[in-house]
């Protein structure tokens, strides 16, 4: 069975910084695309950033030049670095991770990320 075990949510201050992990256990193929995605209620699941295996990179519009993401292929694990945090980047973050073969999706169980004085 396979897990996507994510961690590093939380409360954080406008300006303020967090770092999301993500790491892929159980019996998962060969790791080709891995990500991050957000979802506020009442809106659709956004792209935040993804990176391919051969660490190419594509990241939505609003955190452009704000977060970084990077990945551990040997760990199958995936970091969202997040800087310059504003209130509109509330929201619940699900790490995604698509296989090489067959192009399989798995979806973490998501971490809820708060930015508010």
């Known amino acids: 069975q396979v897990q996507l075990v994510e961690s590093g949510g939380g409360l954080v201050q406008p300006g303020g910084s967090l770092r999301l992990s993500c790491a892929a256990t159980g019996n998962i193929s060969q790791v080709n695309v891995m990500g991050w995605h957000r979802q506020t209620p009442g809106n659709e699941r956004e792209l935040v950033a993804i990176i391919t295996a051969g660490g190419s990179t594509n990241y939505g519009g609003p955190v452009l030049g704000r977060f970084t993401i990077s990945r551990d292929s040997a760990k199958r694990t995936v970091y969202l670095q997040m800087n310059n945090l504003r209130p509109e980047d509330t929201a619940v973050y699900y790490c995604?991770?698509?296989?090489?073969?067959?192009?399989?999706?798995?979806w973490g169980q998501g971490t809820q990320v708060t930015v508010s004085t």
């Open positions: 995604r991770v698509v296989t090489q073969l067959g192009a399989v999706n798995y």
